[in-house]
């Protein structure tokens, strides 16, 4: 049934009976959720992360290769991501969901159910919402959460000339995916799959942004732009330089086969959703062994304000001039 | 000059701008705003709540009688209007905004001067944001605000037999001033101002919210879909019935003028954003005494489950079904 038909009161009662499937984890944070103007949330910690991104049609996505379920899960996963990368634990989300009046309520409900497998996954509370209709398809979703003191929080501005520069996971597969995806890549049938994965499902590092803050890591971001843009956004808030050697740059093997376009796609694809530190050694060690993913230290800080050198295995700078995703 | 001859990070740069000329309040929250991941909030009470609600353009305005500085008014002040409706004391908002990329930049920055003067006559702090580009406009925004204690907010559900029913302001304008922009209304001059000043900047009643909530009054709601609509609303939630008087209703006078279609207006027109509310006589007299604005006992709850009845001052019912404003 269309959304036009189904009516907006029907959906959202639908809507609501897909949320009200979830159990909510042990900490009972809502005290009034969907259905009344504002949600009531019982927080535990004073100091709140907050933060909003959206996915909008022909922006971030092509209907020709929409996966409802898994816009779902990334329109919350690239949020819940802003959060591990403050350091933050995720407590609830708002979503302000936009939507053709032709679209499929069954399709809308797919949306939902992905992203309550991902809020299910980081102990997530959906608290509320809003629905409009418009031209395109567009999920701007909102989440808030807390971090234990002031303190204890990752800032872009806090890199030190002399910190070690570390990622976590692999890079450049979500940006192959979007490629493969839109028909600009063609890689060999398994690894098309886990790119396009990659593009569609990343997983935020809310554990990992919590080991580096409870190992004295102060600085970190999330790689959404691209890692060079991103190293830049640390550096220029930072006043530091960089250098990182292209070598150590983990690059996802599905795309490392591609050779140098590889690391391309790792260095400036954008969309890993991976963490990007700095710190002293012993501390990224220390985080090295506790964390469940791989964490490659590529880099250090230097004084250079605001200048990032790549080098290449043969020595010679890479030129990175204009790496990164732009929205226009 | 055009967004995308802008860039995006010129943009957000100029939009900073704009943010950073405006002081924030005594109630210094914002540990670290626009620029990170995420904004680092400290907030007063561990109640929060939350909302968040949207601007599209073809849905809520059209581009035709578009005025930048208000959308932006508009697109904050609905949301703090569901904060006061709860009772709440807004804290902060993050503002989720698509633009085809040809729009102006003068025009976003007029967008958020206008936010800005809604957030500083409200104590809000825009805390973060995000830009994406669209092939329409529309303003995602979600503030997040704080109520004292866990029964101190005002609910949809606690609507009890014998409460009377009050609603804050006059009603109707807004619908009203729709009607006049679109040019299916033709209102003497003075009145159409009057009317279209009601639609694009409507007034968040949150010092009434905190008034109604110290009075002791528990149920309540803000005018978005229409008066005959939300007062549904709480009736369902409540499971309670109400009857309300036709000559009793504050009608704006600038729709009062045009007879039986202002009073329709008033009943279903909805976007007044004023508050709509039940509770015993002496509370809702205390509350008359305190609030800057009127208050109007507009009839009373009934125990007819769901059930509303609109008397006419000939003291026939007046149908009502299918009141109010429905996004699809």
């Keep these: 049934m269309k959304a036009s038909k189904s009516g907006e009161f029907a959906l959202i009662d639908r809507i609501i009976a897909e949320i009200n499937k979830v159990k909510p984890g042990e900490w009972n944070a809502l005290v009034s959720g969907i259905g009344d103007d504002a949600a009531l949330i019982r927080t535990r910690s ?21 996966d409802w379920n898994a ?13 591990a990368a403050m350091g933050g634990t995720p407590n609830y989300a708002l979503v302000s969901l936009a939507i053709p009046l032709n679209t499929e309520v069954e399709d809308v409900l797919r949306l939902y ?36 003191a002031r303190g204890k929080a990752l800032l872009r501005s806090k890199a030190k000339k002399g910190d070690l520069i570390a990622v976590t996971g692999r890079l450049g597969a979500a940006a192959g995916g979007l490629r493969t995806l839109a028909g600009s890549l063609h890689a060999a049938r398994i690894d098309a799959e886990a790119l396009e994965k990659a593009f569609w499902y990343p997983q935020p590092r809310i554990d990992v942004g919590r080991i580096l803050v409870k190992n004295g890591i102060r600085c970190g971001m999330d790689v959404s732009d691209g890692l060079v843009a991103d190293l830049g956004h640390i550096l220029e808030m930072s006043r530091a330089g960089a250098r990182i050697e292209a070598a150590r740059i983990p ?34 060690e220390k985080v090295a062994a506790e964390a469940c993913c791989p964490i490659t230290i590529i880099g250090e800080v230097t004084r250079g304000a605001g200048k990032l050198e790549v080098v290449g295995s043969d020595g010679k700078l890479i030129p ?3 790496g990164g995703w732009h929205h226009f």
């Excluded at 816009?71 to 959060?83: E, Q």
Aim: glycine fraction near 10%; aromatic fraction near 6%; charged fraction near 20%.
């Design 71 to 83: 816009l779902g899960w990334k329109a919350l996963a690239i949020n819940l991501s802003d959060i």
């Design 113 to 148: 159910r992905g992203m309550l497998e991902a809020a299910r996954e980081s102990g997530t509370i959906i608290a509320g919402g809003n629905i409009s209709r418009a031209s395109e398809i567009a999920v701007h979703t909102t989440v808030i959460g807390e971090v234990p």
């Design 46 to 66: 004073r100091y709140q992360v907050a933060t909003t991104d959206c996915l909008v049609e022909d922006v971030h996505f092509k209907k020709s290769f929409l």
């Design 251 to 284: 690059v996802h093997p599905s795309v490392a086969v591609l050779g140098f376009e590889g690391l391309d796609l790792a260095l400036t694809g954008g969309e890993d959703y991976e963490l990007l530190f700095t710190g002293k050694k012993e501390a990224i």
């Design 320 to 322: 990175v001039e204009n």
